[in-house]
């Protein structure tokens, strides 16, 4: 047994819906502008260029129908609704239908945003760490396999705050579809089981603010609820 200068933290995971089993995660990676109304209302070209991503540690991960405080640093804090993708075997430079292959399930997430530090970073060209990867800034709902409901490629994804809806789009809207954003991750990264990927938001994200409540759906995938707390 390791002898450990302090006890390591708890291993980030996922619930999965209608067993006891729990999906162990190790990274999160994330698609930027993956649709394009929404790459044009944050100001860029919706082109089918490359996907880019960027990354979240594990412990950002919160679980659906939580309370989160709002984050410090930020006047600015935005919503994104997002389908996950949740790997289940080990890719590596993959075609579209071998990364397929390697999706075990799918979840509803929200991609929680600080825009005015994200914002900042774009201005300067720094990385987007401060405005991304921050404490309880991925939320997931429960994972469903793959088995279960198939390969999404259609269906609404909405979210409303306080019950006005603010995001809505469809799967088929978006510029790379998931055995594509897999196939192309894997073409610099090992990837296997216990990685996830958030793969971009419809338009409509904005700001939320202490008390505000989230709901939002993706269909034939799942729904997902967040309550905004007060700051910390």
Known sequence: MSDYVFPPPPQPSVAVRGTSARYAVSRIFCVG???????????????????????????????????????????????????????????????????????????????????????????TGRPWDFGKAFEQSAVITELVPAAEIGHPVAGAITLAVNGEEQQRGDLSDMIWRTAEVVANLSQYYHLGPGDLIYTGTPEGVGPVQPGDRLEGRIEGVARLALTIGAPE
């Open 33 to 123: 502008r993956n649709y394009a109304a929404h790459a044009r209302e944050m100001g860029s070209d919706p082109d089918r260029e490359p996907p880019f991503f960027f990354c979240k540690p594990a412990s950002a991960l919160a679980e659906s129908g939580s309370t989160i405080p709002y984050p410090p640093g930020t006047t600015n804090y935005h919503y994104e609704m997002e389908l996950v993708i949740a790997l289940g075997a080990p890719v590596f430079k993959a075609t579209p239908e071998q990364a397929a292959a390697s999706i075990w399930g799918y979840a509803a997430g929200l991609d929680m945003t600080r825009r005015d530090l994200q914002n900042a970073a774009k201005a």
